[in-house]
């Protein structure tokens, strides 16, 4: 199981705005606040007034970043908003986004969820030296900037969108964008849609966002998601689409782990609501692996609809096997595995008059590198349970993610390491069943070969070097 030096992360949270004569910065508050579940690290947001941007980023929570002094003074019509989990560069104040540059006086911010697999190639191209940027998404700003400052860019109409079709297309793995000059808002999802992207609508105004829930709260209608190599730009005229990116590099693999755990349950993407594709999963298991047991019980957060679903298909009673610390967020994000597992104990502790000498079927979204279970297995050992029966919702989780989560290397992932049998020791539960993958995936969609399953099969739909790694540009 590695050193534990690693941190497995998900995916970060975008967001942006253009409402003349509206509150933007207010807004984009309330919408990374939304989105803070994707991303923990660092908060950042531009904000444009017409002719200048203003950024305002730091290390820690949204609420951490940002009081009402830092927003009443970021005025403007049009902003875009970060949430930050690193997957490339460290987990730094240089590194937090938005990623600002102002080159040939045009000036540009740009915000990116995902994770891209050529970042060494481009960096070479661009002949960087070591440590000029340090994240990936920092890259591509500076990618931008060099087809800004390029001899046959100069007087061009449109230089930013010129640079952005010429930079795009070089771009490989997940990236979906929110990018902002003085007056546009732009989106762009790259052709593989690994990471969710809406656009919604204002009364006056549009809206960007990773999720349908950070468009709720600033009372957007949701009009569409951003399609897999789009490019939405908006202005005073209105969204406008283009395809920077060749026909026959679009092919759809949404990240299937969206709907499994990182995406929020109140949430639909491709169509589907999240917490019913969860609750679909949690029904599945039931048919696939039915138990004797007394009470179903979920490991909060993320394992609770899933254990709904168990306990509506088996009939067996659903019950609170924890108290969830309400102050406290997810828990796989901290820096050290000491500190994962004191998180842990701090975020769940048991109910034990409900668990004590009772056969439980305990119901989980995922096991990455088995810290919570571990800990949480314990505890209800701890507290008397008769039997535990686990369930997980989705298939064992192998492999790397190059596409926007940081699992570090192979050696983190448990189930990499130890069979279903050896993890159901592991842990000393009674009985361990993960979800089939053809089940998960027909518990999501209609069309189950529409997504990245690359954790759980190996099969990466955008090939991937080993030779990348998290610190890639920042080593010297
Ligand atoms: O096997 P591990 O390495 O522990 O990772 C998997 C666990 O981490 C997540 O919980 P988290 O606390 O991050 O979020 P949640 O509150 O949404 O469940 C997930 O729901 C699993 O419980
Ligand atoms: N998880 C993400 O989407 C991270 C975005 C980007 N790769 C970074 O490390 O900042
Ligand atoms: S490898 Fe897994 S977590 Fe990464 S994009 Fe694919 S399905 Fe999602």
Same mark, same amino acid.
Request: glycine share 28%; hydrophobic share 20%.
């Given at each position: 199981m590695g050193d534990g030096g690693d941190i497995i992360k998900e995916a970060c949270g975008v967001f942006g705005v253009r409402a003349p004569d509206q509150p933007v910065s207010h807004m984009t508050y309330l919408g990374l606040y939304a989105l803070q579940h994707r991303g923990q690290e660092s908060a950042g947001m531009a904000v444009s007034e017409g002719t200048k941007i203003w950024v305002n980023k730091d290390m820690g929570l949204v609420s951490t970043v940002f009081d009402h002094h830092r927003l009443a003074a970021l005025r403007g019509h049009l902003a875009i908003g970060h949430t930050r989990y690193s997957t490339t560069g460290a987990s730094a104040w240089q590194n937090a986004q938005p990623s600002y540059r102002m080159a040939q006086e045009i000036q540009f911010a740009l915000a990116h969820n995902g994770n891209l697999v050529n970042t060494p190639e481009l960096a070479q191209e661009l002949g960087l030296?070591?440590? $000029?940027? !340090?994240?990936d998404s920092d890259l591509v700003a500076e990618l931008v900037v060099a087809e800004l400052a390029a001899p046959d860019a100069v007087g061009d109409a449109d230089p930013l969108e010129r640079a952005l079709a010429r930079v795009l297309p070089r771009l490989r793995g997940a990236f979906s964008f929110v990018i902002m000059d003085e007056d546009r808002l732009i989106g762009v999802r790259d052709p593989n849609g690994f990471r969710p992207l809406f656009l919604g609508q204002l009364p006056h105004g549009w809206v960007l966002a990773s999720e349908t829930p950070a468009l709720d709260v600033v009372s957007a209608q949701v009009v569409r998601e951003v399609e897999p190599g789009e490019m939405v730009v908006i202005d005073a005229a209105g969204v406008r689409s283009v395809r920077p990116f060749p026909a026959t590099a679009v092919n759809p693999t949404l990240c299937s782990f969206e709907f499994v755990y990182f995406a929020r349950p109140d949430g639909v993407l491709r169509g589907q609501g999240v917490h019913g594709a969860r609750k679909r999963m949690g029904m599945q298991l039931a048919v696939q692996a039915p138990v004797d047991a007394d009470l179903v019980v979920p490991v909060p957060e993320s394992g609770i609809p899933g254990a709904q679903g168990f306990a509506q298909q088996s009939g067996i009673p659903y019950g609170d096997g924890w108290i969830k610390n309400r102050y406290i967020g997810r828990t796989f994000i901290a820096p050290t595995q000491e500190l994962r597992d004191n998180a842990v104990r701090i975020k769940l502790n048991p109910i034990i008059e409900n668990v004590a000498g009772q056969r439980l079927v305990v119901v989980e979204d995922s096991i990455i590198r088995a810290t919570t279970l571990r800990g949480t297995m314990r505890m209800l050992r701890e507290a008397g349970a008769a039997a535990i029966h686990l369930r997980i919702c989705s298939p064992p989780y192998r492999w790397p993610c190059f596409? !926007?989560? &940081? $699992? !570090? &290397?192979? !050696? $983190?992932?448990i189930a990499a390491n130890l069979d279903v049998d050896a993890i159901r020791d592991y842990l000393g539960v009674d009985s361990l069943v993960y979800l089939e993958l053809d089940r998960m995936l027909n518990a999501i969609s209609d069309e189950p070969s529409d997504f990245c399953t690359a954790c759980m099969t190996g099969d990466y739909p955008v090939p991937v070097s080993v030779n990348t790694t998290k610190d890639m540009l920042e080593r010297a």
């Open positions: 030296a070591p440590g $000029t940027v !340090g994240s596409y !926007g989560m &940081d $699992t !570090g &290397d192979r !050696g $983190t992932l």
